[in-house]
């Protein structure tokens, strides 16, 4: 009899004991999206977090890349934010705008915040107040891949830095060179084989229309009509239809990455600072790596990635902010990261970066950054902005009419933007 | 279905009026509450609202902006887009190759399965096996199936064709794209409709083919003047399903081609599910909605028509 009572006390406070303590653990959820190995990445790093504090429970939700917007507006509306939530640079200010999100100075380590570079603390900053709301151990750029062998084949200059890039003329004179060349399948690759609803046509694309001198909406105005139907824009669009019309660019069917496929089938890629790690592997010392060409008075590249913000709905937002600065600071991380051509957005990753550092392969990638990175629009009428201008590359790819296309996109974001009342306070006098 | 539709239209005796009591009454409405709630809730009701939210500019998720009533603005909106214009009509150009795809195969194979064959039973299986495959799963692998340049269809092709045929951009040339969506879709659903015509063929009394060999009718004779207008109300029916499942196309253009090439496989559906998810522009994807269920609603009406013009 005595020692049943025993028994069932010991038990007891042994229940009692593990239920406090997993009542003790607080729950933090990160949304956010990856290829396996950042996926796998993610998972070592909240496993080192939760044994540095015991306390804390990381949970993951998943959302693949192609619907993460729609299954953060799924999130929304079920009332159920995550704390941490990963997000695409650009659509930063549609979700500060909808009050989404909370300001991050004052929750992430002030050791992270001066460490940023100048492209990272723009990507993250709300242009209406000024503040930051994400950051991100990385930002990104694309640049012009060259086949060395091809390249020499043809006697084209090798741009040393971001400026004595190549010209529109120039540029179109070795695509065309190329095309004759032999074993040279197609000139370029785009990556059209990404897809046509991707953010991919945007981030590129978006750039040489930047170039040519004109935008996809007035930045100042906060409107379409007169800048993404401008000569400027229909006239560069015109000149890729030109591209891709000749048979230079690689279909879209025919996949991505033909620039490093056996037998280099594609001379050039435009492709984004994640292509090199592989391309490099199997080219080894025939790859080199240009600026992006100027194709008006002044260059322009892209910019932004994928960062970390905290919600507005966080219950623990202080405990959002030590896991970021954690993951941010995680020495197998950034390792991983470095060994995936990851693009540096803090100062001390970039100095861990030889690929970025002066001299390093892809030393004019990270050239870009301060010199032609153009930031894609900062408005909340963003995913409008770029469905729309997909739908209008693809329409101009396939033979369509620019200035129509461009036109029709233009009244769509105009429509969009007058729906929401102007998205006040953009578009106010300031 | 199709048994069930001709015996109810043609007994259409009327019951004798009976005096009705109350309990009866109550018993009726007691049957009948769980189907009117489920139906309101889930059908009717969210019609009237989308019919409601169709007039205003709400967006997918709230937002700052007040929501407000912007009456016919948006119906106006897309009637002025091309782009909607051009999903009304590849929605079309796709019911109107699918029908004879779709529903011949599926009628050539019923008839075929129809005989007393060996394995009858298996091979009736295997021929609805796509049908029960999830169109996620025959798209991924009908992607790789057109493949270009090098993927089987085009090798099968150029191999039989002894290099004549140059590879197909099966899905990335505007010409082509909505072709072989057609393909595909006819593949994977036919199967649903073999089995309507063989429930429909399994339907025709014997007697009348014995009558019919009495008389000296040749097989092809039988087939014209007993089987075809035996399967009148079959062919009907499946003629009504597979358009209104045509004008829904949608999962066959989102994994594969995302409305392009050019907008060549844009569709209403897919039309509406970008406007309301990416776009984030709830009330305009209402109005679509709306306008896709007064077209489909026009398709029943005419389904209505030739069921009582074919006195079934």
Redesign the interface.
């Given at each position: 009899m005595g020692k049943r009572l025993l028994w069932s006390l010991v038990l007891s406070s042994a229940l009692t004991a593990t239920w406090v303590q997993a009542a003790e653990k607080t729950a933090i959820q990160v949304m956010h999206q990856g290829d396996p190995g950042f996926v796998a990445a993610y998972g070592k790093v909240a496993e080192r977090f939760e044994a540095a504090n015991p306390d804390v429970d990381v949970q993951f939700i998943y959302a693949p890349h192609d619907a993460y917007?729609?299954k953060f507006?799924a999130a929304?509306?079920a009332k159920q934010l995550p704390d941490v939530m990963e997000l695409d640079a650009p659509f930063l200010a549609n979700y500060v705008?909808?009050?989404y999100l909370q300001p991050i100075k004052p929750l992430i380590d002030k050791d992270l915040l001066d460490d940023m570079t100048e492209s990272n603390i723009a990507q993250g900053t709300y242009p209406i107040d000024k503040d930051l709301y994400a950051i991100g151990l990385t930002d990104s750029s694309v640049v012009l891949y060259g086949n060395k062998k091809y390249l020499e084949a043809i006697g084209a200059r090798i741009p040393k830095s971001v400026d004595d890039a190549w010209t529109w003329e120039e540029f179109e004179t070795y695509l065309e060179k190329l095309s004759k060349l032999d074993g040279v399948k197609w000139p370029i690759d785009t990556f059209r084989g990404y897809?046509?609803?991707t953010e991919w046509i945007t981030y590129a694309y978006g750039p040489i229309l930047q170039s040519a001198g004109c935008d996809l909406i007035d930045r100042k105005a906060w409107k379409s009509g007169g800048t993404l139907d401008s000569d400027a824009c229909a006239d560069a669009l015109a000149m890729m239809q030109k591209w891709v019309k000749n048979g230079w660019v690689v279909?879209?069917?025919?996949g991505t990455n033909q620039f490093f496929a056996e037998g280099n089938p594609a001379a050039l890629a435009l492709g984004g600072h994640w292509v090199y790690a592989e391309a490099a592997a199997t080219m080894k010392d025939n790859i080199v790596v240009l600026p992006l060409p100027k194709f008006g008075a002044k260059g322009a590249s892209p910019d932004g990635t994928w960062i970390w913000a905290i919600t507005k709905t966080s219950a623990h937002p202080d405990i959002a902010g030590k896991f970021i600065s954690f993951l941010l600071k995680d020495k197998e991380f950034r390792s991983f990261v470095a060994s995936q051509s990851g693009y540096p957005g803090l100062k001390s990753f970039a100095a861990e970066s030889p690929l970025y550092a002066p001299g390093g392969p892809m030393a004019i990638a990270f050239e870009q950054a301060s010199k032609t990175a153009v930031a894609r629009p900062p408005h909340p009428a963003y995913?409008?902005i770029t469905?729309?201008f997909m739908?209008a590359v693809?329409?101009v790819?396939?033979?369509?009419d620019p200035k129509e296309a461009l036109t029709?996109a233009a009244n769509?974001i105009d429509?969009?933007i007058e729906?929401?009342?102007g998205?006040?306070p953009f578009g106010e006098e300031q | 279905m199709v048994m069930q539709q001709s015996t109810s239209s043609t007994s259409v005796r009327k019951a004798p009026v009976r005096r009705h009591d109350k309990g009866r009454a109550m018993q009726e409405a007691a049957m009948l509450a769980p189907a009117v709630v489920l139906l309101t809730l889930f059908l009717i009701l969210p019609f009237l609202l989308s019919f409601w939210t169709a007039m205003t500019?709400q967006?997918?998720?709230?937002?700052?902006?007040?929501v407000r009533f912007v009456w016919f603005n948006n119906f106006i909106?897309i009637f002025q887009?091309?782009?909607f214009w051009t999903a009304l009509w590849n929605v079309s150009r796709f019911t109107f190759w699918i029908i004879p795809a779709q529903c011949g195969l599926a009628f050539a194979t019923a008839l075929l399965l129809h005989q007393k064959l060996p394995f009858r039973n298996l091979l009736r299986g295997m021929f609805f096996l796509p049908a029960i495959t999830s169109m996620v799963v025959v798209c991924v692998i009908w992607g790789t199936l057109f493949?270009?340049?090098t993927g089987p269809f085009n090798q099968i092709l150029g191999f039989l064709s002894g290099g004549a045929i140059q590879p197909i951009?099966?899905?990335?040339d505007?010409q082509w794209a909505m072709f072989s969506l057609v393909l595909l879709s006819a593949w994977q659903a036919y199967g649903f409709q073999m089995i309507v015509y063989l429930a429909g063929l399994q339907g025709i009394p014997d007697e009348l083919y014995d009558a019919a060999k009495i008389d000296g009718a040749n097989a092809f004779r039988r087939f014209w003047h007993v089987t075809m207008p035996g399967l009148r109300p079959t062919h009907v029916f499946v003629l009504v399903i597979t358009t209104i499942q045509a004008f829904k196309l949608y999962t066959q253009v989102a994994i594969l081609?995302?409305?392009?090439?050019?907008?060549?496989t844009e569709t209403v559906v897919h039309y509406m599910v970008?406007a309301g998810?990416?776009?984030?522009?709830m009330g305009y994807a209402s109005a679509v909605s709306v306008i896709l269920f007064v077209i489909v609603l026009v398709i029943a009406l005419i389904q209505r028509q030739l069921l009582r013009r074919f006195d079934v």
């Amino acid at each position: 009899m005595g020692k049943r009572l025993l028994w069932s006390l010991v038990l007891s406070s042994a229940l009692t004991a593990t239920w406090v303590q997993a009542a003790e653990k607080t729950a933090i959820q990160v949304m956010h999206q990856g290829d396996p190995g950042f996926v796998a990445a993610y998972g070592k790093v909240a496993e080192r977090f939760e044994a540095a504090n015991p306390d804390v429970d990381v949970q993951f939700i998943y959302a693949p890349h192609d619907a993460y917007n729609e299954k953060f507006s799924a999130a929304v509306m079920a009332k159920q934010l995550p704390d941490v939530m990963e997000l695409d640079a650009p659509f930063l200010a549609n979700y500060v705008w909808s009050g989404y999100l909370q300001p991050i100075k004052p929750l992430i380590d002030k050791d992270l915040l001066d460490d940023m570079t100048e492209s990272n603390i723009a990507q993250g900053t709300y242009p209406i107040d000024k503040d930051l709301y994400a950051i991100g151990l990385t930002d990104s750029s694309v640049v012009l891949y060259g086949n060395k062998k091809y390249l020499e084949a043809i006697g084209a200059r090798i741009p040393k830095s971001v400026d004595d890039a190549w010209t529109w003329e120039e540029f179109e004179t070795y695509l065309e060179k190329l095309s004759k060349l032999d074993g040279v399948k197609w000139p370029i690759d785009t990556f059209r084989g990404y897809g046509i609803k991707t953010e991919w046509i945007t981030y590129a694309y978006g750039p040489i229309l930047q170039s040519a001198g004109c935008d996809l909406i007035d930045r100042k105005a906060w409107k379409s009509g007169g800048t993404l139907d401008s000569d400027a824009c229909a006239d560069a669009l015109a000149m890729m239809q030109k591209w891709v019309k000749n048979g230079w660019v690689v279909p879209q069917s025919a996949g991505t990455n033909q620039f490093f496929a056996e037998g280099n089938p594609a001379a050039l890629a435009l492709g984004g600072h994640w292509v090199y790690a592989e391309a490099a592997a199997t080219m080894k010392d025939n790859i080199v790596v240009l600026p992006l060409p100027k194709f008006g008075a002044k260059g322009a590249s892209p910019d932004g990635t994928w960062i970390w913000a905290i919600t507005k709905t966080s219950a623990h937002p202080d405990i959002a902010g030590k896991f970021i600065s954690f993951l941010l600071k995680d020495k197998e991380f950034r390792s991983f990261v470095a060994s995936q051509s990851g693009y540096p957005g803090l100062k001390s990753f970039a100095a861990e970066s030889p690929l970025y550092a002066p001299g390093g392969p892809m030393a004019i990638a990270f050239e870009q950054a301060s010199k032609t990175a153009v930031a894609r629009p900062p408005h909340p009428a963003y995913p409008t902005i770029t469905s729309a201008f997909m739908q209008a590359v693809d329409e101009v790819f396939n033979g369509g009419d620019p200035k129509e296309a461009l036109t029709s996109a233009a009244n769509k974001i105009d429509q969009d933007i007058e729906d929401n009342d102007g998205y006040p306070p953009f578009g106010e006098e300031q | 279905m199709v048994m069930q539709q001709s015996t109810s239209s043609t007994s259409v005796r009327k019951a004798p009026v009976r005096r009705h009591d109350k309990g009866r009454a109550m018993q009726e409405a007691a049957m009948l509450a769980p189907a009117v709630v489920l139906l309101t809730l889930f059908l009717i009701l969210p019609f009237l609202l989308s019919f409601w939210t169709a007039m205003t500019n709400q967006p997918l998720v709230p937002r700052p902006t007040p929501v407000r009533f912007v009456w016919f603005n948006n119906f106006i909106r897309i009637f002025q887009d091309d782009l909607f214009w051009t999903a009304l009509w590849n929605v079309s150009r796709f019911t109107f190759w699918i029908i004879p795809a779709q529903c011949g195969l599926a009628f050539a194979t019923a008839l075929l399965l129809h005989q007393k064959l060996p394995f009858r039973n298996l091979l009736r299986g295997m021929f609805f096996l796509p049908a029960i495959t999830s169109m996620v799963v025959v798209c991924v692998i009908w992607g790789t199936l057109f493949q270009y340049p090098t993927g089987p269809f085009n090798q099968i092709l150029g191999f039989l064709s002894g290099g004549a045929i140059q590879p197909i951009d099966w899905l990335g040339d505007p010409q082509w794209a909505m072709f072989s969506l057609v393909l595909l879709s006819a593949w994977q659903a036919y199967g649903f409709q073999m089995i309507v015509y063989l429930a429909g063929l399994q339907g025709i009394p014997d007697e009348l083919y014995d009558a019919a060999k009495i008389d000296g009718a040749n097989a092809f004779r039988r087939f014209w003047h007993v089987t075809m207008p035996g399967l009148r109300p079959t062919h009907v029916f499946v003629l009504v399903i597979t358009t209104i499942q045509a004008f829904k196309l949608y999962t066959q253009v989102a994994i594969l081609t995302q409305g392009g090439p050019k907008s060549s496989t844009e569709t209403v559906v897919h039309y509406m599910v970008r406007a309301g998810f990416e776009e984030q522009k709830m009330g305009y994807a209402s109005a679509v909605s709306v306008i896709l269920f007064v077209i489909v609603l026009v398709i029943a009406l005419i389904q209505r028509q030739l069921l009582r013009r074919f006195d079934v």
